[in-house]
């Protein structure tokens, strides 16, 4: 037989329970959100509704780096294994936190974020599977030393079985691998420009490494769906993505893989890419053996606000009109959930076709209709319900958002616009990379951000335009300014840095390594060559000389549209300008697709002293579920960890941790204890960085 867990990465905050009897059964948590349903859910009852009031600290670890981390660990037969900040997996003693082994180059500091590992296991032989930049490694599980039989020494470059195009462009994967036997099936990350690579979905051989079956999301001639995209896109050239980077499910009793797809790239404009691109924004059902599709279903047509799907589906069975289905459910940024039979494809609840907005900007042309599910009701409110009453009453420069509301565009599926369109919920969801929970009942549990963020088009500067201008200034008006701005200030407030006498704060070294390999949910600009990237670097420093170099022009396909960078709609104190909730947690009985309650989830302390009502905030990383009747959860901006009567919605018990933790945590129980673990690395929206994983218990 074979076992399988996964591992994930991150800044780890551990709570050990008191369970009512010793004898009771060490519980693994063995896979990525707690199974291949994906569901998030243990059938510990050891910390109930009664004590988890009484939880305290049992353990810490504190891992050798600092930094975001959104790593949803797992534990397999007494060891914890996770991921650091700079994508160093280890393993820790489940009971104690003491450090088993770690894995990693310390001093190459590969600074994208990760969700954690796969557990592979045959008799003996034990896997933990997981990447570091391009590659996917098979380490063994007791010794975190690599398999010298898997791939080269250990590792598979994740480029493998990708057209030869792809070979130099940027690839990694934040989310562990869906196993099917001896196949791992990986998410991967790509850049969201016009130079992505494609998305194809790929199994390896997990004991050889070599690839098994590949999936083309761009189809090509002759393969179903082609005819949705122009007939040059399968070769690559200025399209790309349409990846599955969330992760997936698995219905290992049939045999199907359930994987979420992202848009196609470039994520804003799509006049190169007419048609209703299949199978990007999709939710596919493959034959986990073969890749062969089995059904899909399009969730945005010819997306145009990166309305990639966020997280893997969860896979339950309901009561569904007096009758017993096996389902897919799968949420979504838009504050959708989906219901599909999970082996016809059928929807549960009827979905809805409606009319959406003509495009402004020349040569694009957006699909006429989108898909809107009768029920559940969306848990965000929707863009096209919003009034001028809705800006936050707590604003103190409100008159002049009210001015600025009225401008933008705001119809639901209002196309990016040269005037600013609101994307709301924005583009970070809604639902998250975090996930939803769900338990046997049927009741799903998702926790969803309402922030407002602004797209706005602008012309984007023919390659002759900027051949006044050095090599380096060139780069980085082409590639930079999106994110950090023509004046190099950033957006703190939108969590894009500025790089401003970045010399006096970084050395050469340190910057061309984030250029290369990226940072965070920074892509690697991997298609500039080493010229390119030192001529960019000498601009970021002040060093480059202002003769015009006669260097080659740069390998990233133009578009002539794209947007002025990811910017939240906020108030002059960095509030959301949106009234609140601000942040939400949901029950939702998906068996009638009715809410059993909706609260705001997380609180701005200085509103709070100020005396007014709980407010929610953004929130990354999902809940646990028992089958006690608790619902854990971190995610929010304060910092804090908290504990919910699933049932009801009601707050039972919170601490403030070392750090943010924007990771969904995990439980398990050993030695008569139950414990339940969270990633706490903060950094993210503007928090203090940390490094801990910790454990709480009852006395």
Request: aromatic share 10%.
């Amino acid at each position: 037989m074979f076992r399988y867990v996964l591992l994930a990465a991150g800044c780890l905050l551990t709570a050990a329970f008191y369970a009512p009897s010793s004898d009771e059964k060490d519980t693994d948590w063995p896979e990525y959100l707690g199974g291949p349903d994906r569901n998030h859910y243990s059938p510990l009852t050891g910390i109930n509704p009664e004590n988890v009031g009484r939880l305290t600290v049992a353990w810490t670890y504190a891992a050798p780096d600092s930094g975001q981390m959104q790593t949803s660990p797992i534990m397999v037969d007494g060891l914890v294994y996770g991921v650091t900040s700079t994508v160093q997996a280890f393993a820790l003693d489940a009971k104690t936190g003491k450090e088993v082994w770690r894995f990693g180059d310390p001093l190459k500091s590969w600074a994208s974020t990760s969700r954690g590992v796969t557990y592979w296991q045959d008799g003996t032989d034990r896997r933990i599977l997981y990447t570091v930049g391009p590659n996917l490694w098979a380490l063994d599980a007791k010794t975190g030393k690599p398999v010298q039989n898997f791939g080269d020494g250990g590792k598979v470059d994740l480029h493998t079985g990708l057209p030869a195009i792809a070979k130099d462009k940027f690839i990694i994967s934040n989310t562990p691998g869906t196993l099917f036997g001896d196949l791992i099936i990986m998410p991967l990350r790509l850049s969201e420009e016009a130079d992505a690579a494609p998305g194809d979905i790929r199994a390896f051989n997990v004991r050889t490494g070599k690839l098994a079956w590949s999936f083309h999301t761009i189809p090509y001639p002759g393969e179903p769906g082609y005819e949705t995209w122009p007939k040059e896109a399968y070769k690559n050239t200025d399209v790309g993505a349409a990846n599955n980077w969330s992760g997936m499910a698995v219905d290992r009793k049939r045999g199907i893989v359930f994987v979420p797809t992202g848009s196609a790239s470039y994520d804003f404009y799509g006049g190169n890419r007419r048609g209703q691109n299949l199978y990007a924004n999709c939710l596919l059902a493959l034959d986990a053996q073969t890749g062969k599709r089995l059904w899909h279903y399009q969730f945005i047509h010819h997306d145009v606000w990166d309305r990639d799907i966020p997280a893997p589906p969860n896979l339950v069975t309901l009561n569904h009109n007096g009758q017993l289905v096996d389902a897919v459910a799968q949420v979504t940024k838009q504050g959708y959930v989906f219901v599909f039979d999970r082996v016809t494809g059928k929807p549960l609840f009827p979905i809805n076709e409606v009319p959406a907005p003509k495009s402004a900007i020349p040569g694009e042309v957006t699909w006429p209709t989108q898909p809107v599910p009768s029920k559940p009701a969306p848990y965000a409110r929707q863009v096209n319900t919003l009034t001028e009453k809705d800006i936050s009453p707590y604003a103190e420069n409100r008159d002049s958002l009210v001015a600025r509301f009225r401008k933008y565009r705001k119809e639901l599926f209002a196309a990016p616009s040269r005037e600013g369109t609101i994307i709301y919920p924005g583009f970070d969801g809604g639902a998250e990379w975090g996930g939803a929970a769900a338990d046997p009942e049927g009741i799903l549990y998702v926790n969803s951000n309402e922030m407002a963020w602004i797209l706005t088009m602008v012309d984007t500067p023919k390659q002759d335009a900027l051949a006044h201008l050095p090599t380096g200034e060139r780069i980085y008006t082409t590639t930079c300014t999106p994110c950090h701005g023509a004046d190099r200030k950033g957006n703190a407030k939108s969590g894009y840095p500025s790089l401003v006498d970045i010399g006096r704060r970084r050395d050469r070294a340190a910057v061309t390594q984030v250029i290369s390999n990226g940072k965070g949910m920074m892509p690697g600009f991997t298609t500039l060559t080493a010229d390119e990237k030192q001529a960019l670097v000498a601009f970021l420093f002040g060093e480059e000389k202002k003769e015009v170099a006669s260097s080659t022009a740069s390998k990233k396909p133009w578009l002539p549209y794209r947007s002025t960078g990811y910017n939240k709609f906020l108030d002059s104190q960095g509030l959301p300008a949106i009234a609140p909730p601000w942040g939400t947690l949901n029950a939702i009985n998906l068996n009638t697709g009715d809410y059993v309650w909706k609260i705001p989830f997380g609180e701005v302390q200085a509103l709070k002293d100020k005396g007014i009502p709980t407010t929610g905030t953004e929130n990354y990383g999902g809940p646990v579920i028992t089958a006690s009747g608790l619902l854990f959860i971190g995610a929010t901006k304060d910092g804090k960890f908290r504990a919910f009567d699933k049932k009801t919605g009601r707050l039972l018990w919170e601490t403030k941790l070392p750090a943010a933790a924007f990771a969904t945590p995990i439980t398990y129980q050993i030695g008569g204890k139950q414990y339940v673990v969270i990633a706490c690395g903060g950094q993210k929206l503007g928090t203090p960085k940390g490094n801990q994983y910790v454990a709480f218990a009852l006395p």
